[in-house]
């Protein structure tokens, strides 16, 4: 492989070049690159200019970056490619066609702003006419989701039925991401070049390395100080160094780098030597860490500055011609800032705008068929039922794809008919891979920022994941995409980007030695999260309904399913018809009583149930309201209750402080006070993780008996 280039000069003949893409650019587009790399330093200078005067509440900038990425600019076709860059990208962005108005429009918060709509903060780029993704503040949870919009495109091309079904796919798109040097002592770097390469995506990664993340310099942040060293062994991965202040070299290495996606060969990376001449942002005062002559030892790197000189040296333009441009983009930059400064900001009431599809609502009635409920065969578990739902939804819809730990039945497919088949940890999945085939329904590594990063790229270019997290226990490492992309994708956009992904995740203790890591009921921490759908079923054919309507809509939604639950006897169900849904927000009385109600969900439904059912001997009337779906949850269904009985509990599996009950409680409290005869109360587990004892296992998660004690004490009030 090449791994580095000699500086080119501006007058070398075109006849020696190798190949046509070695040809020396034009003079009018080298004019053009200059004209792209000193806007966007204008740009960035204007910024600042506002930042000091406070009319604009955060700066960072691209400067020193800008030859490299003017350079992708002008080899990537903006609208075609898909391009998942970083902060420092406005050079990129604008040779793409982002023009300074657009990019001061964010500065100032616009409600006009394409990035964001004024949700954002400036420099994170969004542009969905150039198909630039909406980008995030967490470094590096772009490249997990690059891979998965490279991957949409190859899927795509291996799934038949979706040929005729999307036009925004093409034999040869690659998918631009970009990082700091920073950014690539994340573990989403190490996934994503992972999945990459061992897919062969056509995935173009340019590291931007200015020798700094914030104050701490790159050979602290990197074992030998150099990240292309690391990384020279992934298969199929092309990889380039280049001195990323020299746009014609830069030019040449990124044209390489792209064509090689282009042909299908794999991913490339682009190791770019950069400078970084103003601050990090300016939150931040480089004098603090760094020496005047390291600042001045780059200052003679600046791109910019070089550029324009070289430019008159090889004539190319003359100092007069070279003055005109510098005018004519000062004119532009502070025409493009009057007119940010007097447009309009978002309206106050916008502020929940696009927390949800403003499109599909999984709470109308159009997803409730209970009513016109139909159920044949025998009664199945609530694995059953899952896996009916999943085969009959992916026969439907040849846009969803299934993956995650352990999923496929076998991803050996040579083995398929000599083995039985995995399918799941609990089976769920069992014999889609079958059916639809390892393009459809595949394993991942173990590494769950990887499941939903990918799925979030996926999405976002019109598939359907339904990815499963093995264990709730072990979500957290995709925490960040969870909470900062998949949730938000919708809302930081301004409606302007989606996705509607769905992850399953088996939850709950009550196994008999799952013990702490896995027995965890953590919902609060993922109810909290705006525009994620929260939905917990107690039973199978809850299951099924409501696992359809996820599906169906167009919102993430995080669906668990209780562990325990899986292969009970008592919430068995026979098969419903392949459109039985239930809408989200729909609650489910299980119970009718008139002296005091249990509002709960998942595993607690049952024990609340045995617990009514032994308090009725000693003639108390219990009601149990199943919520069923978290986020949203039914407060007509609660209030009806409440005004009923009077007298309420709110049981969870969940830890009782900080937890979903309290919310519940709080606002019964809040709005039904005036209609309780006594205090709400909580049948929660305790403050503690789950142990593997049974019989500290017993003691520390609610049972029957703690409900029917619960019972006996608000009736006695």
């Known amino acids: 492989m090449n791994t580095d280039t000699k500086v080119l000069k501006l007058v070398r003949k075109t006849e020696t070049a190798t190949s046509s893409h070695e040809e020396l650019p034009d003079h009018k587009l080298l004019i053009e690159m200059y004209r792209t790399m000193y806007l966007s330093r204008r740009l960035d200078d204007k910024e600042i200019q506002l930042k000091g005067q406070n009319r604009i509440f955060f700066q960072i900038s691209g400067a020193g970056h800008e030859a490299v990425l003017v350079a992708a600019g002008v080899v990537l076709k903006p609208g075609y490619d898909w391009f998942y860059p970083y902060y420092r990208d406005r050079a990129l962005c604008l040779q793409l066609g982002m023009t300074p108005l657009e990019m001061l429009l964010s500065a100032v918060g616009a409600e006009a702003d394409p990035n964001s709509h004024g949700r954002q903060m400036p420099s994170h780029w969004g542009h969905k006419k150039l198909n630039i993704v909406s980008q995030s503040s967490p470094t590096g949870t772009q490249l997990l989701q690059a891979v998965g919009c490279a991957e949409a495109s190859y899927r795509y091309s291996l799934i038949p039925e979706l040929q005729k079904r999307f036009s925004n796919f093409r034999h040869d798109e690659v998918t631009y991401v970009s990082l700091g ?10 996934e994503a070049l992972n999945t990459a390469s061992n897919l062969k995506l056509p995935v173009v990664f ?77 939150s931040d005062d480089e004098k603090l860490y760094r020496p005047d002559e390291e600042r001045a030892s780059d200052a003679e790197r600046d791109p910019v500055k070089r550029f324009g000189a070289q430019l008159i040296d090889e004539g190319v333009l003359d100092q007069d011609a070279l003055q005109q441009i510098k005018n004519e983009v ?9 007119a940010a400064l007097s447009a309009a900001q978002p309206a106050r009431e916008t502020a929940t705008h696009f927390v949800f599809s403003p499109d599909v609502d999984p709470c109308s009635k159009e997803f409730d068929t209970e009513d016109r409920l139909q159920l044949s065969g025998n009664a199945g578990t609530m694995v059953d039922l899952i896996n009916r739902c999943l085969y009959t939804e992916m026969a439907r819809d040849p846009r969803i794809v299934v993956f995650g730990e352990d999923v496929a039945d076998c991803s050996r497919e ?24 390892s393009d459809r329904v595949f394993n991942s590594p173990l590494a769950e920022a990887n499941i939903v990063g990918r799925a979030i790229g996926m999405a976002t270019r019109g598939l359907k994941p339904v990815v499963e997290i093995q264990f709730f226990d072990y979500i957290w490492p995709a925490m960040h995409q969870i909470r900062n992309e998949l949730a938000l994708l919708r809302w930081r956009s301004g409606n302007e980007w989606k ?35 929260v939905i917990y079923p107690s039973n199978a054919l809850d299951a099924n309904g409501l696992l359809r ?13 209780h562990k325990h639950l899986y292969r009970q006897a008592y919430n068995k169900s026979q098969y419903p018809s392949d459109d039985f849904m239930i809408p989200f927000g729909k609650a489910k009385r299980v119970r009718e009583g008139t002296d005091i109600s249990i509002i709960t969900y998942g595993a607690l439904v049952q024990r609340s149930v045995v617990a009514a059912k032994q308090m009725e001997q000693e003639g108390v009337s219990v009601e149990i309201i199943d919520l069923r779906s978290l986020v949203p949850f039914d407060w007509d269904a609660i209030a009806a209750t409440v005004k009923k009985t009077n007298r309420v509990i709110v049981a969870h599996e969940d830890s009782l402080s900080f937890g979903y009950g309290a919310e519940i409680a709080a606002r019964i409290t809040d709005e039904l006070f005036e209609y309780l005869d006594a205090p709400v109360k909580r049948v929660c587990a305790l403050d503690t993780f789950v142990a593997y004892a049974p019989q500290l296992e017993d003691a520390i998660l609610p049972q029957a008996s703690d409900v029917a004690k619960a019972i006996a004490e608000l009736k006695a009030y």
């Open 549 to 561: 309507t996820a599906i169906r809509s167009d919102d993430p939604v995080l669906f668990l399913e």
């Open 206 to 282: 340019l590291l931007e390395d200015n020798g700094y993340a914030i104050s701490v310099p790159v050979e602290v942040q990197t074992a030998g100080g150099d990240v292309s060293r690391l990384v020279e062994n992934f298969p199929s991965l092309y990889l380039q160094r280049c001195d990323g202040t020299d746009p014609i070299e830069s030019l040449e290495v990124m044209r390489r780098a792209v064509d090689y996606c282009r042909q299908r060969n794999g991913p490339a990376l682009v190791h770019a030597k950069v400078i970084r001449p103003y601050s990090h942002s300016l």
């Open 499 to 533: 996705a509607p992904v769905v992850v399953r995740v088996p939850i709950g203790g009550y196994l008999k030695g799952g013990a702490v890591y896995h027995s965890q009921s953590g919902v609060s921490t993922f109810t909290q999260i705006p525009g994620l759908r």
């Open 414 to 437: 040579q083995y398929l008919d000599g083995v039985k088949g995995k399918g799941g940890v609990f089976k769920v999945t069992a014999n889609l891979q079958r059916k639809y085939g």
């Open 181 to 190: 040097d920073g950014t690539s002592s994340e573990g989403e770097f190490w």
């Open 330 to 338: 000062d004119r532009i930059v502070n025409e493009a800032a009057d």
